[in-house]
């Protein structure tokens, strides 16, 4: 392939009329090289194949063509577009998938057996009119924390030449914000409550059967209708929490990769938990797994921990277990960090199947800079306003603001929220808490009004550019992973504060093993109190351990940075995931 590569890119000009224009040629047996002079070799060699299959042969020969002038135009002269060797291993894949499907005649072939190009030209698409970009569908779980990563890792198949389609629910659909210049196109499969909301269905496990049972009947249609509409997909990335979405991929030959929003520490518990290698209840004083630190159980996901102690519903349990019950089918595992991040646990999961790293899933313009219009998230669940927190913030000192948020779906109980109140009450520094309106009820009364020249009290607010901003010093978070990843992207330290999920072992590798910033445990009737509270902020905002933890997210910023960014570890297997989906097209 090397030499393939180096070959093309030296060839100045061809014998044909165009300039520039690019001849390579792929041997019988397999072999790659590049024939010595300018001719145009596959597109006679796709005509020598097809010799007796007429109108097919001349097809093919003028796609060999325009194959070959999609190279010049992309690589040779600069435009936009897939790479070298994703072109070379795009036009050898169909070339190769040809001559083994042998295609002489129009022929009807089973689906799922044959090239995508075959089953398009036997429901008589006009092939000469398409494009064959392989068409990706991606189905995320229904939360902004797992919308947000499949978004941004689109966005990067999408700059690589990849088509991709957001697959959300019915009701969903309705009132998600979507960017007009997004790049990533929007279809939906029903949940089973497209008029009421998953929040109808009465528990989680009602929630996700529905799921499961609706989703598969219409993510199947909406397959089908795709693939009627000229637009066939080619693969399917899916959220690991719905391992029934690899059955559909499965039904209809589709490439599947389960895509996960959890660190590859937490996927290796859930793991050892499915193959019935780490027992509950959890018992012993210390957790002890390949390639991770000791845990204490309390370190493990909390609905791991209190198993058997409380009142946790075992379908919680059941639901993140079965993230790996049909895992081994799966192509592709991707994981939404960076591999400078968990290295020894990625390299162990690579022995198991096919693992990528894709993280940070950061807009382009706060990371690498490659992809010029990527500069926010593009899909929201919320209305993007952001001009009263900016406005607040530009007024503050550099590194002067604690910034407090809990994500989207966690609320602490009343007790707590008064805690963390007077404990931001009592310290010297300014705030700015995002909280949902059901929160700010549990507020002590009057504090909104007490800490008017102090504190700015909002609903939403964009997470990104506020943690980008020059007045942040110190983010107390929930310890949710993309909150994690996008701290140490942008070079903040934290207060993390774990709450449920698995929040507790990201708290754990936030504080121990990244070290950027410092955990914050509840007392023994599980409050974290205000001095435990304020003594981890003014360390961070003022301390000794604030200095070090300071350094290190920096370091941890250029990692990231350096993950993405051309020939990064994430950026490599961005690579290799499109070389992939070109292969299998």
């Known amino acids: 392939m090397n030499e ?12 044909t009329s165009r300039d520039d224009f690019p001849c390579w040629h792929y041997t019988l047996n397999g072999d790659y090289s590049v024939k010595s002079g300018y001719r145009l070799g596959i597109s006679s060699d796709i005509g020598a194949s097809t010799s007796n299959g007429g109108d097919m042969g001349f097809r093919w020969g003028k796609y060999g063509e325009w194959m070959l002038w999609y190279l010049r135009n992309h690589v040779v002269h600069g435009q936009k577009g897939p790479g070298l060797e994703f072109v070379v291993r795009w036009c050898l894949g169909y070339i190769s998938d040809y001559r083994a499907a042998n295609l002489k005649s129009d022929s009807s072939f089973e689906r799922g057996t044959v090239p995508q190009f075959v089953r398009w030209k036997s429901s008589g698409i006009d092939m000469e009119k398409k494009s064959f970009n392989p068409h990706v569908l991606f189905i995320p779980n229904t939360l902004q924390g797992h919308i947000t990563p499949m978004v941004q890792f689109g966005k990067r198949l999408v700059s690589k030449g990849i088509k991709v389609t957001l697959v959300t629910t019915v009701y969903l659909s309705k009132s998600i914000h979507v960017d007009p210049e997004c790049s990533i196109a929007i279809e939906t499969i029903s949940d089973g409550f497209d008029d009421t909301g998953s929040q109808d269905a009465g528990s989680i496990e009602a929630c996700f059967t529905s799921f499961r049972i609706n989703g598969s009947r219409t993510l199947a249609k909406l397959i089908e209708k795709l693939a009627d509409k000229g637009q066939p997909a080619t693969a399917i990335v899916y959220d690991s929490l719905f391992p029934w979405v690899l059955d559909v991929a499965k039904q209809y030959g589709l490439f599947k ?3 996960f929003n959890q660190t590859c520490a937490v996927n290796s518990i859930y793991y050892h938990v499915n193959r019935g290698l780490l027992k509950l209840p959890l018992t012993g004083s210390h957790i002890s797994l390949p390639e991770l630190p000791l845990l204490l159980p309390s370190e493990t ?3 791991l921990y209190v198993y058997g102690k409380d009142l946790t519903p075992s379908d919680l349990v059941e639901l993140v277990s079965n993230q790996y019950s049909n895992i081994d089918e799966a192509d592709w595992l991707i994981f939404d960090i960076f591999y400078k991040m968990e290295e020894k646990i990625v390299d162990w999961m690579s022995k198991l199947w096919k693992v990528g790293t894709v993280g940070p899933t950061l807009p382009s313009m706060y990371l690498d800079k490659r992809l010029e219009n990527d500069k926010d998230y593009s899909i929201n669940l919320f209305e993007p306003k952001t001009s009263t927190c900016m406005s607040w913030l530009n007024d503050k000192p550099i590194g002067s603001v604690v910034y407090v948020a809990f994500g989207s779906i966690a609320s602490p109980v009343p007790e707590q929220m008064e805690e963390l ?10 705030f700015l808490w995002v909280m949902s309106d059901s929160m700010k009820t549990k507020l002590p009364n009057k504090f909104i009004e007490e800490i008017s020249d102090q504190g700015l009290v909002v609903s939403w607010c964009s997470q990104l550019e506020v943690l980008a901003h020059k007045s942040i010093g110190c983010f107390v978070t929930h310890c949710g992973l993309h909150s994690v990843m996008e701290a140490m992207s942008l070079g903040v330290p934290m207060v993390g504060m774990p709450l449920f999920v698995d929040q507790q072992t990201n708290g754990k590798f936030m504080e ?15 409050i974290v109190g205000r001095q435990v509270f304020q003594k981890s902020i003014k360390e961070i905002m003022e301390g000794e351990k604030g200095i070090e933890i300071k350094k290190n997210v920096m370091k941890w910023k250029e990692l990231a940075k350096e993950a993405v960014d051309e020939g990064g570890s994430s950026d490599k297997n961005i690579n290799e995931f499109v070389a992939k989906l070109l292969s299998c097209s």
Do not use: H, Q
């Not at 393939?4 to 014998?15: H, T, V, Y």
């Open 4 to 15: 393939a590569m180096k070959a093309i890119m030296a060839i100045p000009r061809s014998d």
């Open 257 to 259: 990769a389960a895509f």
């Open 301 to 303: 996901p909390l609905i």
């Open 421 to 430: 109140a007077w404990g931001l009450k009592g310290i010297n520094c300014y």
């Open 512 to 526: 121990d093993v990244w070290r950027s910033g410092i955990r914050v445990l509840p007392d023994e009737t599980g």
